[in-house]
């Protein structure tokens, strides 16, 4: 296909970034610092995946001091609170405004192909030429619902988290959230918490404690070097990358998610979904396998931070044991819901990534990118904001910036052996003439 775009070429660049998200905008950042000026070339607007695809009353679950973009740390007045929504877009496009990097919006790329050490980009409006091309859209592209979910009877809506807003955007009737990571659990809270009637397909995603021992968990985990861990130091580096996040929330100027207190208040709790059917719904018998599991980490985490503080000697005040609020009773371990008995099936399942438009070789066998912190087996060719890239926070606000240091590292030193080698050349053509 290169050869299609050989004279059809509306810009050539030194470096072109896809996606203007905070790897984007960060590696952007990090690059101009080395004096090279990047393009990115966004398929929507800055700040449009957190503005369009999150419910309205969404809010960060880590404290906003983690918010540390490269050479902007976040300087608002609560910095052990949590932003919301609206504030997640503010900083982002602030950031965006700070950075002053080229970027074209509404541009979406179609076709990314390498020829002669080149890199050719073809969009909606228009093709383009680099010599370095970051990918840094992330790896959530496309909803991951259950293969029968075309089952379902059509007078049931069926959204995904990514297109939920708010119980008042919903049909009248039942609502079954499925799917128990950070999505899945707060957008049951939003609805509960708007005396909607609650079904809750429960997996075996993880939960955190929010507070513990005086400070906030991130706060004790940040200490610990938990975010900072390269995924190679893990004893199951490939396990690690694929694990739900642990479920918790910033709402409520944050605090925990305990799905058995819901239960006690009239949330309904079901196991994994097993089968659907035009007529029915059905439930593993695994809730209280998946709420022990749940607890299990949870007690691990503050474990963890008790051997912390007795190592280092910290002055930290005692918090009692867990013990469970709630147990699931035989009648609801196993359980069947009538289609009848629904209006809403909201899909929080999880998302698969889509780079079918990178014709380069660099995927594995599931369509993943195979990398090192973010450099392909491809010279030129990188990736950035991806989920543990390198570590936790390779993703996040609060650990994008060091892996968008290091990738301006390597393209800044691509860059300077590309014009070595170019001006050598330039030379020996002229002692040759």
């Not at 960060?60 to 976040?74: E, F, I």
């Not at 706060?219 to 004893?235: A, C, K, N, T, V």
Request: proline share 4%.
């Amino acid at each position: 296909m290169a050869e299609e775009f050989l004279n059809q070429i509306s810009a050539k660049c030194s470096v072109i970034i896809i996606g203007a998200g905070q790897a984007g905008l960060s590696i952007a950042h990090s690059l101009q610092k080395k004096g090279i000026k990047p393009l990115i070339l966004e398929k929507n607007y800055v700040g449009f995946s957190w503005e369009e695809q999150r419910w309205d009353s969404f809010c960060l679950v880590t404290p906003n001091w983690q918010c540390t973009l490269p050479d902007y740390q976040y300087s608002g007045k609560d910095p052990n609170g949590f932003m919301d929504k609206e504030n997640i877009v503010k900083y982002l496009k602030k950031y965006s405004e700070f950075v002053k990097a080229d970027i074209l919006e509404g541009i979406e790329v179609k076709h990314l192909v390498k020829k002669n050490e080149k890199f050719f980009i073809s969009t909606n409006r228009g093709n383009f030429e680099a010599d370095q091309v970051v990918i840094a859209t992330g790896a959530y592209h496309v909803p991951n619902r259950h293969p029968h979910s075309e089952r379902l009877p059509t007078n049931i809506l069926q959204i995904d988290a990514r297109e939920y807003k708010n119980a008042n955007s919903l049909p009248d009737g039942p609502v079954l959230v499925v799917g128990s990571g950070q999505s899945g659990c707060q957008i049951a809270e939003d609805l509960f918490f708007e005396k909607r009637e609650v079904h809750l397909s429960v997996g075996s995603a993880p939960r955190s404690p929010r507070r513990y021992r005086g400070r906030d968990v991130v706060d004790w985990l940040d200490r610990m070097g938990y975010y900072s861990m390269p995924i190679g130091e893990h004893d199951d580096p490939k396990s690690v990358r694929n694990k739900t996040n642990h479920y918790l929330t910033g709402r409520d100027k944050g605090r925990e998610i305990d799905l058995r207190r819901r239960a006690i208040e009239g949330m309904n709790l079901h196991g994994r979904l097993e089968e659907l059917t035009i007529n029915d719904i059905q439930f593993s018998n695994d809730l209280s396998k998946n709420l022990d599991g749940a607890d299990s980490v949870y007690c691990r985490i503050r474990n963890s931070i008790d051997e912390w503080i007795s190592k280092n000697n910290i002055d930290a005040p005692k918090e009692e044991k867990y013990s469970p609020c709630w147990e699931p009773t035989e009648d609801v371990k196993g359980t069947k819901i009538s289609c009848k008995n629904l209006a809403v099936v909201i899909w929080c399942t999880g998302y698969k990534s889509d780079f079918s438009w990178v014709d380069i070789s660099v995927f594995d066998g599931t369509g993943f990118p195979i990398h090192e912190r973010g450099v392909t087996q491809s010279p030129g060719l990188y990736f950035l904001g991806l989920p543990w890239l390198y570590t936790w926070g390779s993703g996040r606000f609060c650990g994008v910036k060091d892996d968008a240091n290091f990738l301006a590292d390597i393209i800044s030193l691509k860059s300077n052996k590309s014009a070595a080698t170019k001006e050598m050349l330039e030379c020996k053509a002229l002692l040759g003439s």
